[in-house]
Every structure is written in structure tokens, then in C-alpha cells.
């Protein structure tokens, strides 16, 4: 038994490839008009921390950075009126303490009173005392807002 082969019933290997690039090379003008839009960050999170801080206390929470970015912290209320210290640092190991790198004394208030650069990672921010907490304590407020 012979087998019959036809050229025209199946295309050589080189005519093939000859019409594969052909193909391509058509597809591949400069007068491409798609764009690439780079991927847009993750959002900020703002985190709210409201409690009952002692005289002589802290008031603080960890959050993580998911990226890197700014940090800003707020000390938006406290109950009574009185000037505390804010800070923002680095989450000890076991989360259970917060090591200040940047503080300020300040009063309640609307906008942000400390901003920080960082890169991902585990961080803390919160408020102390100053020696001004009376014996009741006072009603903080901190809002933290991270990348």
C-alpha cells in the first residue's frame, strides 16, 4: 500500500511559519491606541481607637502597613479637655508594647498632629500621659490612617 501526499492538501513547513509571521507582523502596527494603566495602590485604612486611658497610662494600637506610605495620627477627642501625648513607632514583638520613634504633646483636634513615612510592616500609634490625667481617667479618641 503507497500513501499519496498532496502538496496542496497540506501546506509545507515553510510556507507555515512564512504565513505565521506574516500574521504577526500585521498585528504589530505603531498605531496601537491601547494603553497600559499601571495599577493603582491599595486605599488607605483608617483605624479609630476610643477607650478609657488610667493617669499614668497608654492608649495605643498596632496596625499593619500593607505598602509603603504615610501614617498620619489624630488625636481627635478626649473627655475631659486636656493635652496628652501622641506617638506613632514600632510594635514590639509580641504586639503587647508600642516603642515611640515620633511623639508630640498635643490637644484634641481636627486634623492629623503627627505624619510619618513608612514601609510595610507592623507599627503602633497611640496616646500617654502626661502627668495630666486626674484619678477618673480620661475618654481618648486616635485615629490612625495607613497605607
Same mark, same amino acid.
Given at each position: 500500500? #503507497?500513501a499519496?501526499?498532496?502538496? #496542496? ?9 512564512? &504565513?505565521?509571521?506574516?500574521t504577526?507582523?500585521? +498585528? ?10 499601571? +495599577?493603582t495602590? %491599595?486605599?488607605t485604612?483608617t483605624?479609630?481607637?476610643t $477607650? &478609657? ?7 495605643? #494600637?498596632t496596625f499593619?502597613? +500593607? ?12 473627655d475631659?479637655?486636656?493635652?496628652l $501625648?501622641?506617638?506613632?513607632?514600632? +510594635? ?12 508630640v504633646?498635643?490637644t484634641?483636634?481636627?486634623a492629623?498632629?503627627?505624619t510619618?513615612?513608612?514601609?510595610? $510592616?507592623s507599627?503602633? %500609634? ?7 490625667? $486626674?484619678q ?5 479618641t486616635?485615629?490612625v490612617?495607613?497605607?
Amino acid at each position: 500500500m #503507497r500513501a499519496v501526499e498532496s502538496s #496542496r492538501a497540506h501546506p509545507s513547513w515553510p510556507a507555515f511559519v512564512l &504565513l505565521a509571521l506574516v500574521t504577526a507582523a500585521a +498585528s504589530c502596527g505603531s498605531d496601537n491606541t491601547s494603553t497600559t494603566t499601571p +495599577s493603582t495602590p %491599595a486605599g488607605t485604612t483608617t483605624e479609630t481607637l476610643t $477607650g &478609657l486611658m488610667a493617669p499614668q497610662g497608654t492608649a495605643t #494600637r498596632t496596625f499593619t502597613a +500593607s505598602q509603603p506610605g504615610t501614617v498620619t495620627v489624630q488625636l481627635s477627642k478626649t473627655d475631659p479637655a486636656l493635652t496628652l $501625648g501622641l506617638g506613632i513607632g514600632i +510594635s514590639g514583638a509580641t504586639g503587647a508594647s508600642c516603642l515611640f520613634t515620633q511623639t508630640v504633646n498635643t490637644t484634641a483636634g481636627a486634623a492629623p498632629q503627627l505624619t510619618a513615612t513608612v514601609d510595610p $510592616g507592623s507599627y503602633c %500609634a497611640g496616646a500617654y500621659d502626661l502627668g495630666t490625667v $486626674g484619678q477618673n481617667g480620661v475618654i481618648v479618641t486616635v485615629t490612625v490612617t495607613h497605607p
